[in-house]
């Protein structure tokens, strides 16, 4: 772990990150609950993630850049078969949805890749989190949103504590 900053401003991204999560989980609720408005909190659950994936982009790596716009334009077209199949009632979204999904895994893939070096998030957990997100996002109908929902709030616990408590800094020590 570096005692500098990697992320430019690590309260905002814990929050934008824990409304993604919080967003998922209530989703989840929805669902399980049998709720109508279900389908449109995921529609703002994947809105908010599509967001909230620039959090995640390293400072060091082009390609990383380039692996966050792919996964946000694979999040971003699920959008499409996300409200369609709520203003049609077909299924046949499904297959769309999929090969959406799939773009976006690829981009979350390369992603986790860029950042192996960054050392500010645990790797594993960003690698649960955005395969999580695929997979809620599959099943969200079902309730299957309360995975990414609980994996993006342990990310944002991440990056809260990683960040919280301040790390040893030669300029903080000669204040002292």
Do not use: C, K, N
Request: aromatic share 8%; glycine share 12%; charged share 5%.
């Amino acid at each position: 772990m570096h005692w500098f900053t990697l992320i430019a401003r690590p309260g905002r991204a814990a929050a934008l990150v824990a409304t993604v999560g919080l967003l998922f989980a209530g989703q989840s609720m929805l669902a399980l609950g049998g709720l109508v408005s279900a389908g449109y909190i995921t529609l703002v659950a994947l809105a908010a993630t599509v967001l909230a994936m620039g959090v995640f982009a390293p400072l060091h790596s082009r390609s990383g850049v380039i692996a966050v716009i792919t996964a946000r334009v694979g999040l971003a077209l699920a959008l499409v078969p996300v409200a369609g199949a709520l203003v049609t009632g077909w299924s046949i979204w499904l297959p769309v949805l999929v090969v959406t999904l799939t773009i976006a895994a690829g981009g979350m893939a390369w992603l986790v890749l860029a950042r192996r070096h960054e050392g500010d998030i645990p790797g594993r957990l960003l690698e649960l989190a955005l395969a999580g997100t695929i997979v809620g996002a599959l099943f969200a109908p079902v309730g299957g949103a309360i995975l990414p929902g609980i994996l993006w709030l342990a990310v944002a616990a991440a990056l809260w504590s990683s960040y919280a408590a301040p790390g040893f800094s030669p300029a903080v020590s000669r204040a002292q």
